[in-house]
């Protein structure tokens, strides 16, 4: 391109792109759009429900129109078809848990990027030394804002797995690493004959029980109590792992692939999905941030791509493996016994 046709606009809005970023958080934070999902009303009307400060909202709801997350008609603000559906906290299909904690937590810490970059450590509240989970679990109110967040960033994908899966040929799963319980809930709605299961962390069973008790699978869904580097994974046909080897790193991942390929009978298989990365590593940027991201949350963490994904698993001795696209940034890896 000419010298003279450069402009730096794209890298203006990059630069600038957490302004925006920060504006949509504090809306969801706010309660702005399931306040909206009531009926559209008036600025005035909007600013004293939200108990802003009268110098700051006219520009906080006209950013957020500009920015397509509202829409405004005379005085009167609405949701737009998205922000209605998607951020809505009183609808099941409200998936602001991923960016309620993006706001409460990653937003923080990710100031310290650049430390984290320099010194290879996380940047979270790992930082005082402890251990990731056990931290974020140590305080109830973040326990449950974590699980439903993961809910949040895996429903997307659990629906394209429950759709793409020959989950016909099989009986039984269990998700490993299940958090809430989003991901075997969509897969259990989706194929009646299956009876399965979510493993995790003892402090996760009442917020898995109470999800999977609400969405109507109660009967077919049960929750197994452990650690997956202390204890053997549940025998099963299928092992579904969403976002658990991404936290992780190269040992320990070979180490659960093993692990569930132990347990597997032969035909069995695993499925791992994440933000994968695309082979060439030069396009799914989500992907790429998401890797930087377990930079700043765990002590060896980082995502990957199918390739490298397939060649673990054919190394602990799966025979077949397969990479399919999910939604957005997402896919999975299949590895059969
Ligand atoms: C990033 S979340 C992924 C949740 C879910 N699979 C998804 O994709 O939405 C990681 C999960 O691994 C669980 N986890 C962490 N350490 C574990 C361990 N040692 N044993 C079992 N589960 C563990 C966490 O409690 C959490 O639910």
């Known amino acids: 391109m000419a010298k003279g046709r450069l402009t730096p606009a794209k890298i203006m809005q990059l630069g600038t792109g957490f302004w925006g970023s920060k504006t949509l958080l504090s809306a969801i934070e706010l309660g702005l759009f399931t306040e909206l999902a009531k009926g559209p009303i008036d600025g005035a009307a909007l600013t004293k429900r939200l108990q802003l400060h009268p110098r700051s909202a006219r520009d906080f709801f006209d950013a957020l129109v500009a920015l397509g997350m509202l829409k405004r008609t005379g005085s009167r603000y609405a949701n737009t078809a998205e922000t209605s559906l998607f951020l809505d906290r009183a609808k099941a299909s409200y998936v602001g848990g991923i960016l309620e904690m993006c706001n409460a937590r990653l937003y923080r810490f990710w100031g310290s990027l650049t430390e984290g970059l320099r010194t290879g450590k996380a940047q979270n509240e790992v930082k005082t030394g402890e251990d990731f989970f056990g931290t974020l679990y140590a305080d109830p109110q973040r326990l449950e804002g974590f699980l439903k967040a993961m809910t949040g960033l895996s429903i997307g994908p659990a629906q394209v797995i429950a759709k793409k899966f020959p989950w016909k040929k099989y009986r039984t799963f269990v998700d490993v690493g299940c958090a809430q319980g989003g991901v075997a809930v969509e897969i259990a709605l989706a194929h009646k004959h299956l009876m399965g299961g979510g493993m995790d962390l003892p402090v996760v069973q009442p917020v898995f029980e109470a999800y999977v008790k609400a969405r109507g699978v109660a009967q077919r869904l049960r929750f197994h109590s452990g650690s997956f580097f202390k204890d053997p994974l549940p025998k099963c046909d299928v092992i579904v792992m969403g976002h658990i080897l991404h936290d992780w790193n190269l040992e320990e991942k070979i180490m659960l692939l093993r692990k569930a390929y132990d347990v597997l009978p032969p035909g069995g298989a695993v499925i791992i999905h994440e933000a994968l990365i695309d082979d060439a590593r030069k396009q799914n940027a989500f992907g790429l941030l998401m890797s930087l991201n377990m930079l700043i949350e765990t002590h ?18 799966f025979k077949r493996t397969q990479v399919a696209r999910l939604i957005g940034p997402d896919g999975m890896v299949v590895g059969y016994k």
């Open 300 to 317: 060896g963490g980082f995502d990957f791509t199918g390739a490298d994904c397939r060649k673990w698993m054919k190394d602990v001795g």
